[in-house]
């Protein structure tokens, strides 16, 4: 009996593996196509984004659903604990950047509506989808070095949103016949740095998962 629950316990651990890489995945692609419309100029694009959010949604609401599953069928202990329990945070900050990206999507077709963009984004979002897919890695495979790169890059691209915004205010300043280009492409900035925020929020799970020891508390100080 205990080889027949261990089992279905094995099986039902891969399965919310596989769920979280696919929706991270999902998330991912999200992110990438975003700006991969902004530097195409590709409205098409933007949308397309845009209809992937009820799919990343239905995977949040399912992998909250096995993991509850998991903690009452077989009370799991030790590192399966800590998976489990932080899978059901990891989903909150995934969904949340595919939110994010279709905020930034919106403000993507605003901009190509208007002409090109007042400022190159596209520097900045690379380090953010380097931050977020690391991040994920760093969760599903248990790397904590990875994750420590993470949270090192969480600096970097704060110093860039206060860059970025100053440029983009001094610019609205002298340019108010551009507004249409200059406001959408602040709230893509900061967007950014909230997808940031939440990459790094997954590589602090990831840390935690391995050896039990919280670091956001620390790094708030």
Known sequence: MDHHIDRHFDDALTALKQQVVLMSSKVESMVADCFAA?????????????????????LEVSIDELCIELLVRFQPAASDLRFITRGLKIVTDLERVGDLACNAADRVVEIIREGEPPLDLLPMAEIVQRMLKDSIDAFVEGDTAKAESVLQQDDVVDDLTRKHVEQLIDRAAVEPQNVRRIFPATSIVRYLERMADHSTNIAELAIFMVKGHDVRHPRST
């Open 38 to 58: 902004l530097a195409a100029r590709s409205e098409v694009l933007a949308r397309q984004v845009l209809a992937r959010e009820p799919a990343v949604n239905a």
